[in-house]
Nanobody, 118 residues
Framework: QVQLVESGGGLVHPGGSLRLSCLGS????????MSWYRQTPGKEREMVAGILPRGSLNYADSVKGRFTISRDNAESTVYLQMNSLKPEDTAVYYC????????????WGQGTQVTVSS
């Protein structure tokens, strides 16, 4: 049974930091592309950051220079370090695992709320 469990969300003041974690199980974590997405009410889910199995990184323009994605394959965990948070970063953040190749398997976590407010 595949599971992705996010943690680390919460309420933070503008300019503050949070670190999200996503623990994967039930699949070969090290071979999957791991990504973070976010969604606000009424909007489509958007990609925030992604990391390939060998470590190549990809970021949305809105978070470049502020967010850092990393992975620990030994712990089957992907992280999202979020610094200099802004109110517009407020969203539910989701972890996604995608297999490489065909057919592609895709799994989502349940999401964790991040609220940036003074």
């Amino acid at each position: 049974q595949v599971q992705l469990v996010e943690s680390g969300g919460g309420l933070v003041h503008p300019g503050g930091s949070l670190r999200l974690s996503c623990l994967g199980s039930g699949f070969t974590f090290s071979t999957y592309v791991m990504s973070w997405y976010r969604q606000t009410p009424g909007k489509e889910r958007e990609m925030v950051a992604g990391i390939l199995p060998r470590g190549s990184l990809n970021y949305a323009d809105s978070v470049k220079g502020r967010f850092t994605i990393s992975r620990d394959n030994a712990e089957s965990t992907v992280y999202l370090q979020m610094n200099s948070l802004k109110p517009e970063d407020t969203a539910v953040y989701y972890c996604k695992a995608s297999s490489v190749g065909v057919p592609q398997n895709t799994y989502w976590g349940q999401g964790t709320q991040v609220t940036v407010s003074s």
